[in-house]
């Protein structure tokens, strides 16, 4: 059913108190665009949100995000109730931090992205599976999987610090490298390029 008017205005001031981000203006903006979006995914679910295909399918035509893999745990940070649909609060929140938040924030929802089993460390495994999806390989190339395994090396080298790496090691009897938030957020401040160090999950600059 289509929202009141007051209904309407009630939701767009609560969203500009949530996703302090955006203003009023925009809030209307981003609530007047997921309206089309929905009505593209199906009448059948208007105002129950957008499914994964319609979510990748914008992703990818507005901020240029074209990483399948990516793509679908953005999906998951976005999908905070586990419905498998998108709605208007967490279509809005969840855009704030991907395209007006501050470095911690940005740090924070990276960090989740490459967190696949959400345990709060990224595992040499982990890294594998992103950089795997992520780099172009060229036809010929030889064995790529060791080429990612080099760059899971050198990541771990650069940004685990010694005295929170060590200890990490010492618990983990197969010796399987972990960074904590810590450590990325570390490594991160002391060079922001790592930000996206396993793959690209914010919005290209255009």
Same mark, same amino acid.
Request: overall charge negative; hydrophobic content about 40%; some cysteine.
């Given at each position: 059913?289509?929202?009141?008017?007051?209904?309407?205005?009630?939701?767009?001031?609560?969203?500009?108190?949530?996703?302090?981000?955006?203003?009023?203006?925009?809030?209307?903006?981003?609530?007047?665009?997921?309206?089309?979006?929905?009505?593209?995914?199906?009448?059948?679910?208007?105002?129950?949100?957008?499914?994964?295909?319609?979510?990748?399918?914008?992703?990818?035509?507005?901020?240029?995000?074209?990483?399948?893999?990516?793509?679908?745990?953005? @999906?998951? #940070?976005? +999908?905070?109730?586990?419905? /498998?649909? $998108?709605?208007?609060? !967490?279509?809005? =929140?969840? *855009?704030?931090?991907?395209?007006?938040?501050?470095?911690?924030?940005?740090?924070?929802?990276? @960090?989740? #992205?490459? +967190?696949?089993?959400?345990? /709060?460390? $990224?595992?040499?495994? !982990?890294?594998? =599976?992103? *950089?795997?999806?992520?780099?172009?390989?060229?036809?010929?190339?030889?064995?790529?999987?060791?080429?990612?395994?080099?760059?899971?090396?050198?990541?771990?080298?650069?940004?685990?610090?010694?005295?929170?790496?060590?200890?990490?090691?010492?618990?983990?009897?197969?010796?399987?490298?972990?960074?904590?938030?810590?450590?990325?957020?570390?490594?991160?401040?002391?060079?922001?390029?790592?930000?996206?160090?396993?793959?690209?999950?914010?919005?290209?600059?255009?």
């Amino acid at each position: 059913a289509a929202m009141s008017p007051k209904g309407r205005k009630l939701l767009v001031d609560s969203l500009t108190r949530s996703a302090k981000h955006f203003t009023k203006s925009e809030v209307e903006c981003l609530i007047k665009l997921y309206d089309t979006l929905v009505a593209k995914a199906s009448r059948q679910f208007a105002g129950a949100g957008f499914d994964r295909t319609v979510f990748r399918d914008t992703l990818y035509n507005y901020f240029g995000m074209t990483d399948d893999m990516v793509l679908d745990r953005v @999906f998951i #940070i976005f +999908d905070k109730d586990k419905t /498998g649909r $998108i709605t208007v609060e !967490e279509w809005v =929140e969840g *855009l704030a931090p991907l395209l007006r938040g501050t470095l911690e924030e940005k740090m924070k929802y990276c @960090f989740a #992205i490459y +967190d696949l089993n959400g345990d /709060g460390y $990224i595992s040499k495994k !982990e890294m594998f =599976e992103m *950089l795997k999806h992520s780099l172009l390989i060229q036809p010929g190339d030889e064995e790529p999987d060791e080429v990612v395994k080099d760059l899971v090396d050198i990541a771990l080298k650069k940004m685990a610090s010694t005295y929170l790496f060590v200890p990490f090691l010492l618990q983990d009897s197969d010796r399987d490298g972990k960074l904590s938030f810590t450590d990325f957020e570390k490594a991160v401040r002391d060079e922001n390029l790592l930000l996206e160090a396993f793959g690209p999950c914010l919005p290209d600059l255009k």
